[in-house]
């Protein structure tokens, strides 16, 4: 990703050379073909930039608009073609994404930013009416944030420059805390309380005196996708699943796929393989890199990502993640981690990948994430049952149940029943989605922070959208919060690319009955059929992935180890966060191999180191985060009020 950074001064005071030239130093890393600037005495604007297709090397940021206002762009525009038809007075096929992107906001304004399509973030500063526009595409894989003071407001790519040179005392925010324990944090927020980060489909307006909050876009809950034959569904799930490949195949440098034996990353290699065999990509090679730990009995990969090299006739890169189970460090050279996703990058399979990347100058590099999530990857009924009773569709209903019980070898009662329960509240029913609390958590913070623990869970509504649209949502907000918490990378810069998180692709899934993707005995029913003789049949055939059971319980153990070793006391527990005791006991029993909430077990620990990392990082306790041992916690959070867009 390039790397999009501003301040604006309310006075019209320009910012400091002193503090700008710090401000390069951060951001050199994240973009290494060169950086760019603007000012007009308020505002100061940098752009460093991270090439990863041919007419982005022709670009020129910041962009100055005919209307004298100064836009920057971090991003890939899919639908070049129909804005290069729609002004052919002002493009043309060369034309840059970021010169199509000036072009539609000087002619729509903000109303251009629900046509554009791809993955996406910008900033429009305006000198004529002093305003700052800030913006995202709707599912969120790039990163922006913004700190808002009263005399001034700073924006950027990374987080690193609003915090290491924060001129206020600096809080964390306690509802991020939560999100990070739960299962990941509101898409708004950052770990710091007066940093924002930008919603996907959101853009922010900010001048001196208020700030606007409005979404420009969402999916249509009333679009349906019908057919009369399987066939035709299958045939329509190769087309958009080929475009979404397609479009991020979109690169003048070779592409690097993750290849981990699973359909989805499976899917996306031979997907891309056919697509570069007809000479329908852009990009002149695709390599694939694989990770495998022969130390885990029960991790089965290697049969897997190996049939599918086998069909392409080339092996790819593979890493022995075995020894990742040592405490990870800072992300980079300048020593500082800015939340606590950020520090995971630095364990050994990812430097040993990061080495791999810089020597092989890949720019681009595709992931599987979220196929499983959106194509059916979880089994259960539910949601057909749920739409054919908010629809009191109740012969079909009764039929389905009596399916699907004989399915799930279950009571056809408790099937109807477990139909029900997703409408009423969670204080009232023990809704099987809800998320249990782990109980090493301070029982004070666990209660005022219980629907950030819990994933923001929600019932259904009777009344409301399809109830598979409501689930469908849901699952996409869980994977926008994962993505947010998904630090960019410096050295080697690498732009990560998710087709299963296309929007084209995301509104075909949506619109179809639910039905076609999951079947009793079928799970992922459609993409099994109609990637029949395009993925391998041993893929397509196998059942979920192996769950790795001994390196999270050993990685525990050299963590809790670490930590206890350098210092007795946790900086959570003596927060509010933690009850230390309780976590004692969690982490003795797994080391037994004892059930227990691995996960959140994990994430706690990985929070402790950070807490520690930035407790000790000399910039950031000058700011003020730190004091006497005891981290400035924001008790209450009071959100912006969203306007509709």
């Not at 606007?212 to 249509?220: E, Y």
Request: charged share 25%; hydrophobic share 40%; net charge neutral.
């Amino acid at each position: 990703m390039s790397v999009q950074f501003g301040r604006w001064n309310f006075d019209g005071q320009p910012a400091e050379p002193e503090y700008l030239n710090k401000v390069r130093e951060i951001l050199a890393p994240y973009g290494p073909d060169g950086m760019a600037s603007y000012s007009d005495g308020a505002a100061n604007i940098l752009y460093r930039a991270l090439h990863t297709t041919r007419e982005s090397r022709q670009e020129r940021q910041p962009c100055r608009l005919e209307s004298a206002a100064v836009l920057t762009w971090d991003g890939r525009l899919d639908n070049r073609a129909e804005f290069i038809g729609l002004m052919r007075d002002r493009l043309s096929q060369d034309s840059e994404d970021v010169a199509i992107v000036a072009a539609a906001y000087e002619r729509w304004g903000t109303d251009c930013f629900a046509r554009l399509v791809g993955d996406w973030a910008l900033a429009v500063w305006n000198p004529a009416d002093r305003s700052l526009i800030l913006a995202k595409d709707p599912i969120g894989t790039h990163h922006l944030y913004y700190a808002p003071e009263p005399d001034r407001v700073t924006w950027s790519s990374v987080l690193d420059p609003l915090v290491l040179l924060a001129r206020k005392t600096l809080a964390l925010d306690e509802e991020y805390i939560a999100g990070w324990l739960g299962t990941f944090p509101a898409t708004d927020l950052t770990p710091y309380a007066g940093i924002f980060s930008v919603p996907p489909a959101y853009f922010v307006r900010l001048v001196p005196t208020s700030k606007i909050i409005a979404k420009f876009w969402d999916f249509d809950p009333k679009k349906r996708i019908r057919y009369a034959s399987d066939a035709e569904y299958e045939e329509h799930f190769r087309t958009v699943l080929q475009e979404s490949v397609r479009r991020r195949l979109r690169s003048d440098a070779p592409v690097l796929a993750e290849l981990s034996g699973g359909m989805d990353s499976s899917s996306i290699v031979c997907v891309a393989d056919a697509l570069i065999a007809e000479g329908a990509a852009e990009t002149p090679r695709l390599d694939t890199v694989s990770y495998y730990d022969d130390s885990e009995p029960h991790w089965d990969e290697r049969p897997y990502f190996t049939k599918v090299e086998e069909q392409r006739d080339r092996a790819g890169f593979h890493i022995d993640v075995s020894q990742d189970h040592a405490v990870h460090g800072p992300l980079h050279k300048h020593g500082f981690s800015a939340s606590p996703g950020a520090m995971g990058h630095n364990s050994i399979g990812a430097r040993e990948l990061s080495t791999h990347i810089a020597a092989q100058g890949y720019r681009v590099l595709l992931s599987g994430l979220g196929g499983d999530e959106v194509t059916g990857g979880v089994p259960t009924p539910l949601p057909e049952l749920e739409d054919l009773l908010a629809t009191g569709r109740i012969f079909p209903l009764a039929h389905r149940l009596k399916v699907w019980a004989l399915d799930k070898r279950k009571p056809l009662l408790h099937l109807l029943l477990e139909t029900v329960k997703a409408y009423f509240p969670a204080t009232l029913v023990r809704n099987p989605k809800n998320r249990q609390l782990a109980p090493w958590l301070s029982i004070s913070f666990a209660k005022r922070h219980q629907k950030a623990l819990t994933g923001y869970d929600s019932r259904l509504e009777f009344f409301g959208h399809l109830p598979s649209f409501q689930e469908n949502l849901s699952t996409l907000d869980d994977l926008r919060r994962q993505l947010a918490c998904d630090a960019p990378r410096p050295e080697p810069c690498i732009e990560k690319r998710y087709p299963y998180l296309d929007r084209d692709l995301l509104e075909f899934l949506f619109a179809i009955p639910r039905e076609q993707l999951v079947r009793p005995g079928q799970r992922r029913s459609l993409m099994r059929r109609a990637l029949a003789g395009i993925v391998p049949g041993e893929l397509l055939g196998r059942r979920r992935k192996a769950f790795v059971s001994r390196g999270p319980a050993e990685s525990i153990a050299v963590e809790w180890a670490s930590l206890t070793r350098e210092r007795p006391g946790l900086l959570a527990s003596s927060l509010g966060l933690v009850d230390e005791a309780a976590l004692f006991e969690a982490v003795e029993r797994a080391r037994r191999g004892q059930e227990v909430q691995v996960v959140t077990l994990m994430r706690t620990l990985a929070l402790e180191r950070w807490l520690r990392h930035v407790r000790d990082h000399g910039p950031v306790q000058r700011a003020g985060l730190f004091g006497d041992e005891t981290v400035l916690l924001e008790k209450r959070r009071i959100r912006p009020a969203v306007n509709p867009a």
